[in-house]
């Protein structure tokens, strides 16, 4: 079956896969949450190859890099985040980013509920 006639769900299903390490297993995780935390969440593929969350707009998108994980939230800089888990791109005006490394703990309940704030930023900004 050619990437092209995979859904992209499945295509993150192939990615979590292919990658075979921690990192791997890091983005399942991330993933797990962002479905328990979002139950209508939508999986995306995009450009040629990142997974992309959306409910009424991008939430955030799953890029793996040699040393991180990185999940970039779309509107990140207008989200509340009381745990600081926003670790990277915080010099921009409208992403934020977390950077997961090997090993480390992952504030669930925290991560949890800044997926819900994304979504219900979408909500209340309505689709243009």
């Not at 888990?85 to 010099?91: K, M, P, Q, T, Y």
């Not at 669930?108 to 979504?119: G, I, P, S």
Request: net charge neutral; hydrophobic share 40%.
């Amino acid at each position: 079956m050619t990437d092209h006639n995979k859904s992209p769900s499945e295509l993150i299903d192939g990615r979590i896969e292919e990658l075979g390490d921690w990192r791997g297993e890091m983005l399942a995780r991330l993933r797990a949450l962002i479905k328990q935390a979002d139950p209508d969440v939508v999986e995306t593929w995009k450009w040629r190859g990142v997974p992309v969350w959306e409910d009424a707009g991008m939430i955030c998108t799953g890029e793996t890099y040699k040393a991180v994980v990185k999940l970039t939230f779309a509107k990140g800089a207008a989200l509340p985040d009381p745990s600081k888990l926003f670790n990277a791109s915080l010099e921009g005006n409208t992403r934020r980013a977390i950077d997961f490394q090997k090993g480390e703990e992952v504030d669930e309940a925290a991560f949890k509920e800044l997926v819900r704030a994304a979504v219900a930023l979408n909500k209340t900004k309505g689709r243009r």
